[in-house]
Every structure is written in structure tokens, then in C-alpha cells.
């Protein structure tokens, strides 16, 4: 099965509404129905973020730890998109994501979302699932969305930096504010001992060490050949040349405007953001991050 998205003829650039409380584009709320009844079972795992802060290498890293060995023709043959199926996603082709994370045939699960935590199907939480939370420091993010929006024609347009970033602020965003999805799911966490909450930039500082961690609190125990296999896999510039991890097979991405393996870096902001939009971003970011527990870090 693959995503024929290019042949499709595609529809104009869809447009913001707000969907209680959240902005969103209708890709991602067609199939709600069935994204809110979603039969989640007890070994699914779900891999939760803000768009663009490392969902496609936790995804990597978690499918190489719980596959990698035992179907190795996997990583060859199925892009990372089918293996770890985006929940919400309806993007009028083959299949929706809902319809894809029923048909996968692993144990366990890995399924995506981008969801803010209130809006994750109930079953995930009737069936104590495991969720991985990865979140990524907001500048770095608000670049990384920036240059996706660019290239993704089914995402809105990006404008020019300085609207965009305006926008990134307002949270006029697809799923919304990053402000609020990071808070709300670290609320959750701490009444919730199934979520760990891991950050974009402690994978970038010391990858075996998150690779550890991420294996404590799944229960996992890799030799540590095979998790310095894993560690090699997810470098950056292996998924970047691998077909199956770069997303150039999905057709509605256009790398000639920006790759989906961009830079893969801590301070990427510091080549977008003017010094005086980093201090307007600072002095909102201030009124708006008030939790002094939860701390980003904007270089490694
Ligand atoms: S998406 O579309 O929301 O699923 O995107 P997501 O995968 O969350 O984020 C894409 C950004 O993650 C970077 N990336 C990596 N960085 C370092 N190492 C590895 N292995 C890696 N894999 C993906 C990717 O390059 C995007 O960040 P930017 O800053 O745009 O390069």
C-alpha cells in the first residue's frame, strides 16, 4: 500500500476554523467520528506531539526497538508513515489513518498523533496505553512548522517568516497553540504514570541515553549491540537518505521548496528569528509559559 497523493488532484490550501477551542484544517477533523471511538488495546503505544518536534524519529526509534530484528524487510519496504499510521489524518486517498491503524498487523501498535491531550480518543485511556509525549523548544518548532507549511500542500500557506511566526504566537495553527499542547499534555503526565514526556533536545544531546530511557519505561531490554544499532539507524543523516524515513515517497511534499529532513538541529531559530522578533517571542513566551518546571532548552 502506498500514498498516491500525487496523483491526486489536490484542492486548494485548506483554511484554519476553529474546532472546539483549536484551530484546525479539515484533514484533520473529517474522520472524527471514527477517531473518537477508536477501539485502542492495552499494548498500543502512541507517540503524541506538537507538529514537527520529532515525531518521525521517536517513531524510527521505536519501531527499529520493537521490530528492527524480527522484520527487518519492514524497513526496507514500508515508509514510516504505514508502519506508525497518523491517527487523525483524512486525506482523501486509500485509506485514513484510523482505517490503517486497524489494519496493522504488529503487536504492539505504534500509532501518531498530533492530537492536544484533550482530544485523544477515550479508549487510549480506558486502556492505560503507553504514550510517548516528545516536545521540541518553541523557536526551533515555529521554524521547523514554518518551512513544512511551505512545502506541504495540504497544510496552510505559510506566508512570509514574520506573518507566519505572528500566526505561531497567536496559535493560529494547525492543532493549535504550541503553548497549550505542551502544557496539557505535561498537566497530564503528572496524574498519569503511562506518559513519558521526552524532549527534542536531550535526543539531539545524548540519543543512547533517551534510547535508555525510553526503554525503561517501556519495558524493553536490547543488548547493547542492538540498541547501538538502533542509535546508528536514527542518526540524522541515515533517515534523511532513506526512502522509507524521509517521506519523499508522499507526494504532496515538495523538497525542491524544503525537505521534510531539513536541518535536524538545536538553534536553526537563531538563522530566522531578527533579535527584535526574539524578544517579542521572549516576552510572550513569558506571559504564556508560566510553569517553572517546565523548561526548554533553545541551545544544547
Ligand atoms: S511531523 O510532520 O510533525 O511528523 O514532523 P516531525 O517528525 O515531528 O518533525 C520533523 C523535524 O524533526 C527532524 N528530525 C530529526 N532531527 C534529528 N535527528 C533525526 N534523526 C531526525 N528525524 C527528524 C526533522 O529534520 C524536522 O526538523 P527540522 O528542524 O525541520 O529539520
Given amino acids: 500500500m502506498s500514498l498516491t497523493l500525487d496523483k491526486m488532484d489536490l484542492p486548494p490550501r485548506p483554511k484554519l476554523f476553529d474546532f472546539h477551542g483549536v484551530s484546525m484544517s479539515h484533514y484533520f477533523t473529517d474522520n472524527w467520528d471514527k477517531v473518537q471511538s477508536f477501539q485502542a488495546r492495552p499494548d498500543d503505544i502512541l507517540i503524541a506531539t506538537y507538529p514537527k518536534a520529532g515525531t518521525t524519529w521517536v517513531s524510527y526509534i521505536l519501531d527499529l ?39 496493522l498487523p504488529t503487536s504492539p501498535r505504534l500509532i501518531k498523533t498530533h492530537l492536544p491531550v484533550q482530544f485523544v480518543p477515550k479508549s487510549f485511556w480506558e486502556q492505560n496505553c503507553r504514550i510517548v509525549y516528545v516536545a521540541r523548544n518553541a523557536k526551533d518548532n515555529a521554524v521547523s512548522y514554518f518551512h513544512f507549511d511551505r512545502m506541504n500542500k495540504v497544510q496552510p500557506e505559510a506566508g512570509d517568516w514574520s506573518s507566519f511566526l505572528q500566526r505561531f504566537m497567536e496559535g493560529k495553527m494547525v492543532f493549535g497553540p504550541w503553548y497549550d499542547h505542551v502544557t496539557g499534555w505535561w498537566e497530564k503526565k503528572q496524574t498519569h504514570s503511562k506518559i513519558h514526556y521526552m524532549f527534542y533536545e536531550d535526543l539531539i544531546e545524548d540519543t543512547g541515553r533517551e534510547i535508555d530511557s525510553l ?46 529532513m531539513r536541518k535536524g538541529k538545536v538553534g536553526d531559530w537563531k538563522n530566522h528569528f531578527t533579535v527584535a522578533q526574539s524578544e517579542q517571542f521572549d516576552e510572550d513566551y513569558k506571559n504564556k509559559m508560566k510553569n517553572p518546571m517546565q523548561q526548554f532548552r533553545t541551545e544544547v
Fill in 65 to 103: 526497538l520493537y521490530f528492527g530484528q524480527t522484520y527487518s524487510e519492514r524497513q526496507t519496504s514500508i515508509p514510516i508513515h504505514e508502519r506508525v499510521p497518523f491517527l487523525e489524518i483524512d486525506i482523501p486517498t486509500e485509506y485514513t489513518g484510523t482505517d490503517l491503524a486497524e489494519k
Fill in 215 to 260: 526503554c525503561s519505561f517501556l519495558g524493553l531490554s536490547p543488548s547493547a549491540e542492538e540498541k547501538e544499532r538502533v542509535r546508528g539507524g536514527v542518526q540524522f543523516d541515515n533517515m534523511k537518505k532513506d526512502n522509507m524515513a524521509n517521506y519523499s515517497t508522499v507526494g504532496v511534499m515538495d523538497f525542491k521548496i524544503s525537505p521534510f
